[in-house]
């Protein structure tokens, strides 16, 4: 393989914008491929403390904080008969914060920021479909522009797929993205002026309120404005929407339907028309291969209960350009750091999935599942249940858990634990499914990282771990 130093994305929101400016900033010939024109509405608000490493390294930290964007710092829960609050600022510190944000504006500056940084945007042309050569490696993406005039991209010599749930590779070659039946969601949302949180609310926190239907989420934004929605299954979704003439008028009857929600909203305004989306969630059987990645929802979606979106698409991005830093350096080779990326990714995948599924399919107290959390993130032997604390919980839906298992090796938790705990849940919820988000790929002893770990000083790259195997 020859050492790669052009690289083509496709795709311009978090995942694509944050990989080819970290790709940019270590002197790689960057192109990125965007279908349409920014600003443009996303759903997905609301950001976890991991995100804010990862945006200071690309140099938009400041700017955020600069920029009227909501500060958040934890969430408070009610869910079923328990209530507890995470406030991220007194478990870790009063720096640990981030952004509830809008996303029209947060991703055209990332995407504003990777042009800055030398990465050549272009807009309006939709990746359709790839060649790939005898071994494997893709060669060309074939397009359309906003004219409908077709155009081949080639002369790269590796491909980031940040295309999100359209899927260029998972969905449109490979055909290897799997769904999780038990999270056959749909979201319906809208937004309010004037909205209350919870009383015990952290600053900027979101809120999460469990329903026989579902659960709701509220997330106040900068301006008083507040996006509430509820995620219910779709059939329910399905049976609740033939009874009701517009999406409106069934929108306002689920706020209705819960007591804490429409006691939030008693004094506020609903301000836009109900948007749905669905958000099954699904994780395709391989995240890379020889001259590509899957990054962000390209590569995997967990339905968004603990607000991991944004963060799965970060955290790939960052372990993705060190590994291919790392390949174009001779650092590693390139099944090594194809290996690590994958094992690393799909572990922070795993890690999340078997937390919301503990919660969502099999809840059966906070303690139980802030024990599940504990042994997410804990590599000891010990077992039993009993009262837990929030620690393992808030560290990770802060993403933090992720961040430090790939920077920090005296943090890692053996592949073996993780993928124990992660089938132990599958079996609780009964799923059987081969989609769950088993560690399949990569060595499943006590070195889960290839004996590797992502450096950003002096500069961003993989370093060997001194006595790893």
């Known amino acids: 393989m020859t050492a790669p ?51 200071q390294l690309v140099g938009v930290a400041d700017q955020l904080d600069a920029g009227g964007f909501q500060v958040k710092r934890g969430g408070a829960f009610r869910w079923g008969d328990d209530s507890w609050v995470i406030d991220w600022s007194e478990q870790f510190g009063d720096e640990m914060r981030t952004w509830q944000v809008d996303r029209a504006a947060f991703d055209a500056l990332l995407l504003d920021n990777a042009r800055k940084k030398g990465v050549e945007v272009q807009h309006g042309i939709a990746a ?49 993205r799997q769904q999780h039946q038990f999270f056959r969601n749909v979201a319906i949302w809208s937004y309010w002026n004037d909205a209350r949180l919870l009383p015990d609310s952290p600053e900027g926190g979101v809120n999460v309120i469990s329903s026989p239907k579902g659960w709701y989420w509220v997330i106040p934004l900068d301006g008083g404005r507040t996006s509430i929605g509820l995620v219910t299954h779709k059939d329910t979704f399905a049976r609740d929407r033939r009874a009701h003439a517009d999406l409106d008028t069934l929108y306002r009857e689920l706020i209705a339907d819960s007591p804490i929600v429409s006691d939030l909203v008693a004094d506020a305004t609903c301000v836009a028309p109900a948007r749905v989306e669905t958000d099954y969630s699904y994780v395709a059987d391989r995240f890379a291969g020889p001259g590509y990645m899957m990054i962000g929802d390209a590569a995997c979606f967990l339905d968004p209960l603990l607000s ?58 906070k303690d139980d599942f802030f024990w599940t959390a504990d042994r997410l993130v804990k590599d000891e032997a010990g077992t039993e249940r009993g009262e837990r604390d929030t620690a393992a919980f808030g560290e990770i839906i802060a993403g933090l858990s992720d961040i430090r298992e790939v920077t920090e090796t005296t943090t890692r938790v053996a592949s073996g634990r993780l993928t124990q705990e992660a089938r132990r849940v599958e079996a609780a919820v009964g799923s059987g499914e081969p989609a769950f988000g088993t560690l399949r790929q990569g060595p499943q002893g006590d070195d889960p990282l290839l004996g590797l770990q992502v450096v950003t000083e002096p500069r961003l790259g993989l370093s060997r771990v001194t006595g790893s195997a």
């Open 308 to 365: 991991t979106g944004v963060h799965l698409a970060l955290y790939g991005g960052l372990v993705g350009a060190a590994s291919l830093v790392a390949m174009r350096d001779g650092q590693v080779s390139e099944a090594d750091g194809l290996r690590f990326f994958e094992h690393a990714y799909r572990r922070a995948y795993t890690r999340a999935l078997a937390l919301v599924s503990s919660m969502y399919e099999n809840y059966n107290g």
């Open 5 to 55: 130093h052009r690289v083509l994305v496709v795709g311009g929101g978090p995942a694509g914008s944050v990989t080819a400016t970290l790709l940019a900033q270590e002197g790689f010939d960057v192109r990125l491929l965007e279908s349409r024109h920014f600003p443009r509405y996303h759903i997905g608000e609301s950001l976890t403390p991991s995100t804010r490493r990862v945006l």
């Open 128 to 176: 359709k479909s790839v060649t790939f050569d005898t071994d494997g490696r893709p060669t060309a993406v074939h397009c359309v522009n906003e004219e409908g005039t077709s155009l081949t991209v080639e002369g790269f010599d590796y491909l980031i797929d940040a295309s999100g749930r359209a899927g260029l590779l998972s969905t449109q070659h490979f055909r290897n």
